[in-house]
């Protein structure tokens, strides 16, 4: 079973106090979603500490900024987050280690741990809530499995399927060779094609962050540097077929002079003569 030392040595920041009251919370959604193999351990370990900044961070900081104004309706986002009425963006913003966000989410979520998350959404953020919100979309999007291959494209797959991309991965990956030393994990062999697999079998579980990201790269401004044009190159003058005539009759015309000038200089001092 996870120690307190054991959380503290992957998550240095961590305070002993905190540590402490989180520690049996932690435990127990370890437990319950089958996380608990040193390998999975790890790994989930890894991607909730860098998620939450170390566990320092259980809720989505609220300006409003202007992206987060676009959390309630009516807006493509708030329909996609399944936030109806005014104030549901602040009242359903991010919470949990893995956060999930709006009205639709905190429903399906809370339906499946056996909680009403949309009468009191603030539980979310709690840690006896919050590791089980974690823990479930683990579970639920085919991470353990994963967990298990032990190897770095696994991972790297892992961080794919929680960011949807690769953000972070530098900061992951340090925490994670952390975690495997920690708690013991020995390299596994690799056996090609298990990741390609486990990466075509996806499940499909969000959690919100999806619709953020999708959001955020159709709102994305288009860049305003434009690229430098290469000159065409100078096409060579085509002269027509009329204009060559003329140049060749010219020609013609100006040695024909030449000639009858010649002839009329013969002429003249013939005659003198």
């Known amino acids: ?96 280690p893995i956060q999930i966000t709006g009205r639709a989410n905190y429903q399906r979520f809370g339906g499946l741990l056996g909680l009403d998350l949309v009468v009191d959404p603030a539980r979310a953020a709690t840690p006896d809530v919050a590791f089980r919100i974690a823990g479930l979309f683990w579970k639920n999007k085919g991470l353990n499995e994963l967990a298990d291959q032990a190897t770095a494209d696994a991972f790297r797959e892992i961080t794919r399927r929680i960011n ?17 030393a920690v708690l013991g994990v020995t390299d596994a062999p690799v056996t090609r094609g298990r990741v390609g697999d486990s990466a075509t079998s996806e499940p499909t579980f969000e959690r919100g962050a999806e619709a953020i990201r999708a959001e955020v790269a159709v709102t994305k401004p288009k860049s305003n540097v434009r690229r430098r044009r290469r000159p065409k190159p100078k096409a060579r003058k085509r002269t027509s077929a009329v204009a060559r005539r003329k140049t060749s009759t010219n020609r013609k015309r100006r040695r024909q002079g030449t000639t009858r000038s010649r002839s009329a200089d013969r002429n003249v001092k013939s005659k003198a003569r």
């Open 1 to 96: 079973m996870l120690s307190v030392d054991q959380l503290r040595a992957i998550m240095p920041k961590l305070s002993p106090a905190r540590g402490n009251s989180f520690l049996p919370f932690l435990q127990a959604a370890i437990a319950e979603f089958g996380i608990d193999a040193p390998a999975r351990c790890a790994a989930f370990l890894a991607q909730v500490a860098h998620e939450s900044g170390q566990l320092r961070f259980m809720e989505e900081i609220w300006g409003p900024t202007d992206a987060q104004r676009r959390y309630e309706p009516k807006s493509t986002l708030a329909t996609r987050l399944g936030n109806t009425e005014n104030g549901d963006g602040k009242l359903f913003k991010g919470r949990g």
């Open 164 to 180: 949807g991309g690769f953000n972070g991965l530098e900061d992951r990956e340090r925490l994670y060779a952390v975690a495997r």
